[in-house]
């Protein structure tokens, strides 16, 4: 019995042995292959290969240095996690299948980048284009729209060190996939990204055909002294007290919005200006609605749009309520004043008008091609033309002008659906 034991602990120990041996030999085969064919471009190296029985493999000192920049990238640490040794194994038989691994984590330990240097200056020096994503990091700083390597350095940030992850995990049978992005960067601050994704694909060549769906997404900033370091400095620039450009701040923000056509209420330029005087943590989820088409919220109500993303803000982890915005034409020359006052001259007509009839909502079919109002459990209003109903869905079309929005409502989630009628 004890000689079955010794061998069988000898045989352990050798399997586990190979196993390292064959995930060490295999790692170091794979970073070969890609020092060679990224030579041409850039020199990789690194100091060693770490691995584990729980899934583990990573690389340590490694560096890359791209000579045409004459910059380098530098990272005390990098590691793809799996779940477990087994999908370890089977990563390369996936990528060869052209599939998805069902789960997969890069670990990025100690990511290095000069600020002085060119990789920084391509990230920050570049000229952005004014966007939604942009507004938040527009500032009102003399001269200087955006914070530049320049300003940084001002600042007297000299290396940017960071430390990040990210992960996702899918889940074949209900066809979602949970992305989560964290990074930290040093006396700067963290962005945490959290996506979910629905009507995944576990091959990547059919999403271009069948694109995911987004079900949730969380954006979250936690600050670490860096929007209180941009504020000092660009309150220095105007000559202004850290009080005065508090405010000064708020209006860049509601400038830069309202460029991209978003009028924020008070109450959210409020809570904007207790983040900047306390900047702690600012955290936004959306929850937008199944088969919501994103490039079509502009033909909507605001109070439609809100109900369509279920947004929730969160301002040094308290809610903020309530939320709202209108839309404002950036290309106005002129705003009609609260106490203007147009009446339009009284007109009698015998043209006949518009009259709506409600239908069944299993009655659609009947009405493809139809302008159709519709009416959700959550009453959300909807207004289009119906094209068809398939697979327990009513696809529409919102027009208005030159522009369309196509979408889909469950027909679950309907509640009333009205149809015009002939004018009478």
């Avoid at 060869?96 to 990025?108: I, R, V």
């Avoid at 020359?333 to 339009?344: E, H, I, P, S």
């Avoid at 299993?362 to 459990?377: C, M, N, V, W």
Wanted: aromatic share 8%.
């Amino acid at each position: 019995m004890a000689k079955i034991f010794k061998w069988g602990l000898l045989a352990a120990v050798a399997i586990a042995v190979l196993i390292k041996l064959s995930l060490w030999l295999s790692v170091r085969s794979i970073m070969n292959d890609a020092i060679a064919q990224l030579s041409p471009f850039m020199d990789i190296s690194y100091g060693g290969i770490t691995s584990s029985f729980d899934g583990r493999v990573g690389l340590e000192k490694l560096s890359i240095r791209v000579p045409a920049l004459r910059d380098s990238v530098r990272v005390e640490h990098a590691q793809l996690k799996f779940n477990g040794l087994g999908e370890l194994l089977r990563f390369k038989e996936s990528l060869s299948q052209g599939k998805f691994p069902k789960q997969l984590a890069l670990n990025l330990k100690g990511l290095a980048l000069d600020v002085h240097g060119p990789f920084m200056q391509q990230l920050y020096d570049a000229p952005a284009e004014r966007s939604l994503f942009t507004a938040m990091s527009e500032v009102n700083c003399g001269k200087v729209r955006f914070i530049g390597t320049t300003e940084l350095l001002d600042m007297g940030y000299r290396t940017f060190e960071t430390d990040a992850e990210i992960s996702y995990l899918f889940a074949p049978a209900s066809k979602t996939l949970h992305f989560n992005m964290t990074s930290d960067t040093h006396d700067m601050g963290e962005l945490k990204v959290s996506l979910a994704l629905a009507n995944m694909s576990d091959s990547p060549g059919d999403m271009r055909v069948h694109p995911p769906e987004l079900a949730r997404v969380s954006v979250e900033i936690n600050d670490n002294q860096y929007q209180r370091k941009v504020q000092e400095y660009c309150a220095g620039k105007l000559g202004q007290t850290t009080e005065q450009y508090l405010q000064t701040a708020v209006e860049q923000l509601d400038k830069a919005l309202r460029s991209q056509r978003i009028a924020l209420d008070a109450p959210v330029l409020e809570a904007y200006g207790r983040y900047l005087k306390d900047p702690q943590s600012l955290t936004l989820e959306l929850n937008p609605n199944e088969g919501l088409n994103w490039e079509g919220l502009q033909f909507f109500e605001p109070k439609d749009v809100l109900g369509m993303l279920h947004p929730s803000l969160l301002v040094n982890r308290e809610l903020v309520s309530p939320l709202g915005f209108t839309w404002f034409d950036p290309n106005s020359l002129k705003q009609t004043l609260a106490n203007d006052r147009v009446v339009a001259e009284k007109v009698e007509s015998n043209a006949p008008t518009q009259q709506y009839d409600f239908v069944d909502v299993a009655s659609l079919p009947e009405y493809a091609g139809k302008r159709l109002q519709f009416i959700t459990h959550d009453g959300t209003y909807y207004q289009g033309v119906l094209h068809k109903v398939e697979n327990g869905k009513a696809f529409l079309s919102v027009q208005f002008g030159t522009g369309s929005a196509e979408m889909f409502l469950r027909l679950d989630k309907i509640d009333k659906v009205r149809v015009m009628s002939k004018a009478r």
